[in-house]
């Protein structure tokens, strides 16, 4: 039978690299995005692309912040697919700025997308792996969760937390045969950083050791071999993938 994965925000960016890198793993794929306006204008090519691995790939619009609409989402698609086996949540927004001038809207606004979303899809998939036995969870942490960030108080804490709300779920559902585990990003290069200055971009590339920035397919196949029989034994864990950004 074949296997179906969500991913959550993956119209474009890292999202999309890694529904194409689980089309062609043999997964049937969840496209998610915010509004049916981002399905139109990048997410319903980023399913094209997946069908040409020869697997299938379905849009859903729904704002991952809101329970109600990942109900409805997740319902949809045990109903279409049959079952659901990995999970990643992946959707996420930055809304930077220095703590002194960050406005609560702004600290609200990432703290409910990147980490109540989290725990919006994490329960309601988590209760259909459960049913089944089996599943892979993988959270996009990052680096800022990991070190802190200047200018990211919110984003950081989000990310900080998705660490531990990784470990706990980790925790929870070991026993039944479901894995979470998370992946830390350093910079790479999507449309989320591609809005960041040119100094900005230049004092980061300073501290990474490859001196590059990293490409959405250097996630993608981390996350694929978190979600691989080679992984089977790999729980609670966050991996940093940012090319020696913070040794
Ligand atoms: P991106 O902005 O290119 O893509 C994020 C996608 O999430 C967008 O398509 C957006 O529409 C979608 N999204 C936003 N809010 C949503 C919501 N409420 N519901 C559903 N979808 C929503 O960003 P990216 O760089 O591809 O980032 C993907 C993930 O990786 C994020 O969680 C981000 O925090 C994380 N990350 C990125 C980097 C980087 O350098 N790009 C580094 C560390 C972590």
Avoid at 118 to 140: C, E, P, Y
């Amino acid at each position: 039978m074949s296997k179906t994965a969500i991913i959550t925000g993956s119209g474009r960016g890292i999202g999309a690299a890694i529904a194409k890198r689980l089309a062609a793993d043999g997964y049937d794929i969840v496209i998610n995005e915010v509004s049916q306006e981002a399905l139109d204008t990048y997410g319903a090519q980023t399913a094209e692309e997946c069908r040409a691995s020869g697997v299938k790939a379905e849009c859903c619009a729904a704002d991952v912040s809101d329970y109600a609409q990942c109900e409805a989402m997740v319902k949809w698609a045990k109903d279409t697919f049959g079952t659901i086996d990995v999970l990643v949540n992946n959707a996420g927004i930055t809304r930077d700025g220095l703590l002194l001038r960050m406005s609560e809207e702004n600290y609200d606004d990432v703290i409910r997308i990147n980490q109540k979303s989290v725990f919006n899809m994490t329960k309601l998939v988590g209760a259909v792996m459960l049913r089944q036995k089996s599943g892979r969870i993988v959270n996009l942490a990052s680096v800022a969760g990991l070190y802190g960030n200047p200018g990211q108080m919110n984003y950081s804490a989000s990310k900080g937390a998705i660490i531990a709300m990784t470990k706990t779920a980790a925790k929870e559902l070991g026993s039944r045969g479901i894995t979470v585990n998370a992946v830390a990003p350093g910079f790479i290069q999507t449309p989320m950083t591609d809005k960041l200055t040119d100094e900005q971009k230049a004092a980061m590339l300073a501290q990474i050791a490859m001196k590059r920035y990293g490409q959405p397919e250097e996630i993608a196949g981390v996350v694929a071999f978190l979600c691989s029989d080679d992984a089977s034994y790999v729980t609670g864990q966050t991996i940093e993938i940012s090319g020696g950004l913070s040794m």
